[in-house]
Every structure is written in structure tokens, then in C-alpha cells.
């Protein structure tokens, strides 16, 4: 089955797309869609997606525009066609 991963800032430089389509196996988690992910475009994607084998803080994960905790991203199984956005906080002053 096929999700989408939207990118936002440096990830976006990285992948050059907006969006990237991954396919994944029926109950795949988000947890493990956004590691296929970052298997995708190397280490420099995992560097900023990963501290400590953990997804940063740095990002507010969103499934289909729904806010995602990062304590619950190996437990939501992805569906057909679903977007997983990936947001860095943006500080401002």
C-alpha cells in the first residue's frame, strides 16, 4: 500500500518533492513508515529526523492533518493512500 510523506523545510531540501510516496505493508505503523522513510534518503534525512533512535522533539508529526504524539506513533496503523506530514516547530519572536 502506498502513504505519503509531506516535507517541510530542510527535509524538503533534502528529498527535493514535497511529498514522497513509500510503499508499505498492510499494518505498518506510523513509527515505521517515517523509519522506511528516512532509510530512503540516507543518513543525512535520519540525522534530522533522529536523536537517540527517537524521532526529534524538534516535530509535530500529523496523520492526515490530526496531530500525532510522538508516544503514539508505533501504535497508529497507517491506511491506503494516508499522508504523514512532518512539521518542525517554527520560533518566532
Known amino acids: 500500500m502506498k502513504v505519503s510523506i509531506q516535507c517541510f523545510g530542510q527535509m524538503r531540501t533534502i528529498t527535493k518533492e514535497r511529498y514522497v510516496d513509500i510503499e508499505v505493508a498492510e499494518r505498518t505503523s506510523v513509527l515505521k513508515a517515517l523509519k522506511l522513510f ?4 540516507g543518513e543525512e534525512l535520519k540525522e534530522l529526523l533522529y536523536r537517540d533512535g527517537k524521532i526529534r522533539d524538534f516535530y509535530f508529526i500529523q496523520v492526515d492533518k490530526t496531530n500525532v504524539e ?3 506513533l508505533a501504535k497508529i496503523i497507517l491506511e491506503d493512500e494516508q ?3 512532518i512539521i518542525p516547530f517554527i520560533a518566532g519572536g
Not at 528516512?38 to 534518503?41: G, I, L, Q
Open 38 to 41: 528516512s532509510e530512503k534518503y
Open 70 to 72: 510522538n508516544t503514539e
Open 83 to 85: 499522508t504523514i506530514s
